[in-house]
Structure formats: structure tokens, C-alpha cells
T-cell receptor, first 113, second 115 residues
């Protein structure tokens, strides 16, 4: 069965600094990988997804993630943090077929002025 | 498209009362999911449907919880009787395609408070 581990339940960065949110997965077959963002009092919305095309995936709001099969990782990065990036970020893994996405526990990103 | 629509957005009720949460998925989507989010447990999958048929309800916490999908455009999650520990944000999500592991589209959630 697949699983997702997000390292760090809370990450704090200064405005303008690099954002790095870590996600590792376990899967017996090549997975689909997703990053979702949840702003306060809202539902989750898709940031980006990997579906076996390019290993470097660009998403909305300047975020990107790189699929590294050898490391079973799909870390989320952004070169320069904005105050508006403060939110909860969820990594999710899926396989084809009848098993739903498995979500990580989430990482809360704080951006300090 | 209007997206996934959930109602009510906020519900405050007293212990023992029946609660019904509603969801309208995106038109054309054939899978629907109910999640519960709390600070302690994070995001939990309660139940999901494919083509209106419940596929897996192993995440439903107790018999007090039930979910139905009478047609492709409507689903309900019912709690009867409600308890304070049911207080949470309940999300509905839908997806399209032949796999239930595809991209999910979430509603804004229903925040339930049971006093």
C-alpha cells in the first residue's frame, strides 16, 4: 500500500526566503503525486501534480516540485516566499485503479515579515 | 463550472441532534469523497462513491454516521445522534475519470460544532 510522509508539521520562513516543504512516498509502482494548498477557512486546492511526464512540475503561484524516483521524494519549493503563501500544504499519492489518494498529515507554512 | 458545492457552511447544534451535510459534485464527475478534518487527526477519508455506489466506508467512525448518493448530482452525510467529538470540518470532493486516484476537487467545507 502507498503512504506519504511530510517532514515537519510546521515550517517558518522569512519573506523572500526559499520555501522547501518535504514529501516522501512509498509505492510499489510509479505513482501519481500531488501537492494541495489549504488557505484558512477554505477547502484544499490543487497546486501541482506529477503524472509521469516531466519530473520537474511547475504549479500555480510560483511553486514547483521535482519527482525523484531514487529518493522516493516529491519536495515542494518556491524561490521567494510571499506573505500570501502562509497556508497548510498537503502532499498526496495515488495509483491508477480503485484506491483513493492518500494524503500526508500536512505542513503549516508561516511567512515572517 | 461552479465547483463542488457544500451546505451548510457552518452548523452549530446540540448533542443528540441529527445533522445532515449536503454536497453537489462537479457535473460529469463520477467519484465523490467525504473527508473529515480535525486538528488532532488531520484529514480523514470517511467514505467514497463511484458512479453513485459506495465503494469503501471503512473510514466511517461509527454507525451514527451514514452517507448516501441517490443520484450523480447529490450526496448527503448524516450524523445521528451527534456528539461533541464529531465537531470538525467536513469536506466533500469529486473527481472524474476511470480511476478514483485522480485529481480531487474540494468544496469549501462544512464546519460542524456540536455543543
Amino acid at each position: 500500500a502507498q503512504s506519504v510522509t511530510q517532514l515537519g508539521s510546521h515550517v517558518s520562513v522569512s519573506e523572500g526566503a526559499l520555501v522547501l516543504l518535504r514529501c516522501n512516498y512509498s509505492s510499489s509502482v510509479p505513482p501519481y503525486l500531488f501537492w494541495y494548498v489549504q488557505y484558512p477557512n477554505q477547502g484544499l486546492q490543487l497546486l501541482l501534480k506529477y503524472t509521469s511526464a516531466a519530473t520537474l512540475v511547475k504549479g500555480i503561484n510560483g511553486f514547483e516540485a521535482e519527482f525523484k524516483k531514487s529518493e522516493t521524494s516529491f519536495h515542494l519549493t518556491k524561490p521567494s516566499a510571499h506573505m500570501s503563501d502562509a497556508a497548510e500544504y498537503f502532499c498526496a499519492v495515488g495509483l491508477s485503479g480503485n484506491t483513493p489518494l492518500v494524503f500526508g498529515k500536512g505542513t503549516r507554512l508561516s511567512v515572517i515579515a | 463550472d461552479a465547483g463542488v458545492i457544500q451546505s451548510p457552511r457552518h452548523e452549530v447544534t446540540e448533542m443528540g441532534q441529527e445533522v445532515t451535510l449536503r454536497c453537489k459534485p462537479i457535473s460529469g464527475h463520477n467519484s465523490l469523497f467525504w473527508y473529515r478534518q480535525t486538528m488532532m487527526r488531520g484529514l480523514e477519508l470517511l467514505i467514497y462513491f463511484n458512479n453513485n455506489v459506495p465503494i469503501d466506508d471503512s473510514g466511517m467512525p461509527e454507525d451514527r454516521f451514514s452517507a448516501k448518493m441517490p443520484n450523480a448530482s447529490f450526496s448527503t452525510l448524516k450524523i445521528q445522534p451527534s456528539e461533541p467529538r464529531d465537531s470538525a470540518v467536513y469536506f466533500c470532493a469529486s473527481s472524474s475519470g476511470t480511476s478514483v486516484a485522480g485529481e480531487l476537487f474540494f468544496g469549501e467545507g462544512s464546519r460542524l460544532t456540536v455543543l
